[in-house]
């Protein structure tokens, strides 16, 4: 009885949290689309979330539908069932398709945006990000190399394609440690979150929440604490989007606050909201 309440409420969580974060993608493109301008904001996030999803869509799909990285996982875990589920592959694919039509907003001519000089804070990708991004594909396709150089047979001991998936995490895991990091540096030098939607960070707080809190009940009804240490990107990802959640929630509520922006920025939020309820009910 206690197990069938539990896996209630693990999917009752899991499917909350997906729609929040899901509906966490619409505010900023729209926002964008309804001021005819990226201005406010970074290309640095779009360009490092899709490499990020990218990265955790591939791994959820592996750990979903791959027999051969099912079974490395439980032989390195005592039998058990990797803690990935169908709501974090759905998830990652539908961040992906978002964050990469937000990232087209920064250069395609289609979306009819003004244009930004190349000198304007937040128009071209940094070097740092961009050393993000190349590192990220040269990390994994080393650890591809060596699983093909030493084709081990135990995957227990040895190197196996597992630990090309858990590579592929350790990207999104790292990706989600620096990418709020420019826009919280472009909100502190403008003294304004202006053009940054607070809406996304709203449900991406709630997400980050009920994320991490199906990871601890998968944990718990398996019996295997590892379930946490076996889907660390999944723990990171929630536990690091509520630290900077609650940086942007502070810089917009308590720092930035400006009287007069208050009244546009409340119909702001009211606009996105209402638009992207009704997108979703479109879905």
């Not at 490499?51 to 539908?65: C, E, H, N, R, V």
């Not at 227990?156 to 995490?169: F, H, L, P």
Request: glycine share 8%; proline share 3%.
């Amino acid at each position: 009885m206690a197990a069938s309440f539990l896996k209630l409420v693990s999917a009752l969580f899991g499917w909350v949290y997906t729609f929040c974060w899901s509906l966490s993608f619409y505010p900023q493109p729209i926002l964008n689309f309804r001021r005819r301008s990226t201005s406010g904001t970074t290309i640095d996030f779009p360009s490092i979330n899709t490499i990020g999803f990218l990265a955790y869509f591939t791994y959820t799909t592996a750990f979903l539908y791959s027999p051969e990285i099912r079974q490395q996982y439980a032989q390195r875990n005592h039998g058990h069932v990797a803690t990935v589920q169908f709501n974090d592959f759905a998830f990652a694919g539908h961040a992906l398709v978002i964050s990469t039509i937000t990232l087209s907003q920064f250069f395609l001519p289609i979306w009819g945006f003004e244009k930004r000089g190349r000198r304007d804070p937040g128009a071209r990708i940094s070097r740092g990000i961009m050393g993000v991004i190349v590192g990220s594909f040269v990390g994994v396709a080393t650890v591809a190399i060596i699983v093909i150089a030493r084709h081990d047979e135990d995957a227990r001991t040895g190197w196996a394609w597992i630990d090309v998936m858990y590579a592929t995490s350790y990207v999104k895991l790292f990706i989600t440690l620096v990418k709020y990091m420019p826009q919280v540096l472009i909100n502190y030098r403008n003294r304004s979150t202006k053009g940054w939607s607070i809406a996304q960070i709203l449900l991406d707080f709630v997400g980050g929440v009920l994320s991490v809190l199906q990871l601890a009940i998968d944990s718990y009804e398996e019996g295997d604490w590892s379930g946490i240490t076996g889907n660390p990107v999944k723990l990171a990802l929630g536990n690091v989007s509520i630290f900077f959640d609650i940086i942007f929630i502070i810089q917009h509520y308590c720092l930035y606050n400006k009287p007069k922006d208050k009244e546009l920025e409340e119909r702001e939020e009211d606009a996105l909201l209402s638009d992207s309820m009704s997108e979703q009910r479109t879905m």
